[in-house]
């Protein structure tokens, strides 16, 4: 890749991680006791393309005891509850430059859903002070880890930080929370250039670890794999160049199919294996769960961190 090809793909990176750091303030501050949740995920994909980005996954809006993958259904009637933690986690890319950021809202707090939240906070922090080229993963999640014990609090261990690529939200690479001591000298270096995502997830369960607690409403596609119906195809190959074969909402297929037709599309294209899902991830014991994520870019002193929160 030339010079011109690198500086190219950082420019773009660090616009995705601006216009992510702008619509993750603008759609926090929309989170209210009340609030319809397909209401705020729209109005946050809808800045996302005012400020010239395109969602690199539908906005994420978790309450509770929800940890992952929760968004809106099409007609979804749900709501933020009186009391709530709710996790805000969206991505934006630009040409497949992706950035990926969250954020924890807390309505009607009390003092164990702040230091869930600052817990959260604190161990991404420490993982970004700990990123550098060179250093190896298991250091980066002993920092986690330690920065959110330092709470009285626990990391949930199953939900991990990630490489990314052009177009590739998972690229290969996890940072887990815990660290390990058989992964010390066995985890990935990181190396100047690599663009990762940290996003620590925190809670006082007993039992950290996520399950499958909801039917999946986010989908991705699948490698090299059409339906064989050619109406079915013709659909599919419009969606898989609207969503960039980026991970996409179910409500979404409202722009292809009638809203009616959306489950039956989908059951199609699964059972043909076009796609798979992501189900929702959350705690089967209901405790609250806490989030913060950012995007960096790894230099060879420190890191870059793209989705930096705007002043």
Partial sequence: MNNSSVDSGREKLLKAGRIAAQTLNYTCHQVN??????????????????????PAFPINVSVNHHAAHYTPSYGDSAVV????????????????????TARTVIID??????????????????????VRSGVRVWEVSKEIN??????????????????????????????PAIAPASERVLSPRLKEGMVIAIEPFTT??????????G?????????????????????????????????????????????????????????????????VLGLPDKHFVAQAEHTLI??????????????
């Fill in 215 to 279: 039917e999946a409403q986010i989908f991705g596609f699948a490698q090299r794999k059409n339906p064989s119906n050619p109406m079915l195809r013709r659909i599919f190959s419009q969606m898989k160049l609207k969503y960039a074969q980026l991970p996409f909402a179910a409500r979404w297929l409202a722009e292809f199919v009638s809203p009616t037709e959306i489950n039956d599309t989908l059951s199609s294209l699964l059972e043909e294996r076009c796609i798979h899902g992501y189900a």
């Fill in 33 to 54: 006791a009340g609030k319809s949740l397909l209401e705020i995920v729209e109005i946050g994909e809808q800045k996302i393309s005012e400020l010239g980005g395109r």
């Fill in 146 to 175: 330690k920065a959110i014990r330092s709470f009285n609090v626990r990391p949930i261990e199953n939900l991990t930080g990630h490489s990314i690529e052009q177009f590739n939200l998972h690229a290969g690479i996890s940072i």
């Fill in 81 to 100: 509850p009186e009391k709530a933690l709710v996790k805000i986690d969206l991505g934006v890319h630009v040409d497949g430059y992706i950035a990926d």
């Fill in 204 to 213: 006082y369960s007993p039992s950290p670890r996520i399950s499958n607690i």
């Fill in 109 to 130: 707090s009390d003092a164990e859903m702040e230091q869930l939240t600052q817990a959260a906070e604190a161990g991404l922090n420490a993982a970004i002070a700990s």
């Fill in 298 to 311: 790894v230099t060879r002193e420190s890191c870059i961190v793209t989705t930096k929160k705007l002043s």
